[in-house]
């Protein structure tokens, strides 16, 4: 598995289209950010700390196809990046994060 933090707001407009495009960071680079298991705490850590209305994809990578590839990115480690749309029925688990926890110890909370 693999995961997607975002917005809540953007996990619920991708639910009724039925596919998520990314956030403005992922349109900036050309594909969708995504994490594996030993790298989705540390990217909370660096890109979502102090925010909140938060939600943690559970990616099944299976379902996602040639258009995943493992990249390196920081520190030079293999990260997962979409080239397309997310589907929604490539969501497994979708899990708000609760607002009074910084989202690093939610995630970690979440995976033990």
């Excluded at 009724?16 to 349109?27: I, V």
């Excluded at 050309?30 to 700390?49: C, K, M, N, Y």
């Excluded at 989202?103 to 970690?108: E, H, K, P, Q, V």
Aim: aromatic fraction near 8%; avoid cysteine; charge should be negative.
């Amino acid at each position: 598995m693999i995961y997607k933090l975002l917005a809540t707001t953007e996990w619920e407009d991708a639910r009724a289209a039925g596919h998520f495009t990314g956030t403005a960071m992922d349109h900036q680079d050309g594909f969708i950010h995504l994490s594996g298991p030993d790298q989705v705490v540390e990217t909370a850590r660096r890109v979502f700390t102090g925010v909140t209305g938060l939600t943690l994809l559970t990616v099944d990578e299976q379902r996602l196809g040639s258009e995943l590839r493992w990249e390196p990115s920081r520190h030079d480690q293999l990260f997962p990046h979409l080239y397309g749309p997310l589907p929604v029925s490539a969501v497994v688990d979708a899990r708000a994060l609760p607002a009074d926890v910084p989202a690093a110890d939610a995630i970690a909370a979440l995976l033990t």
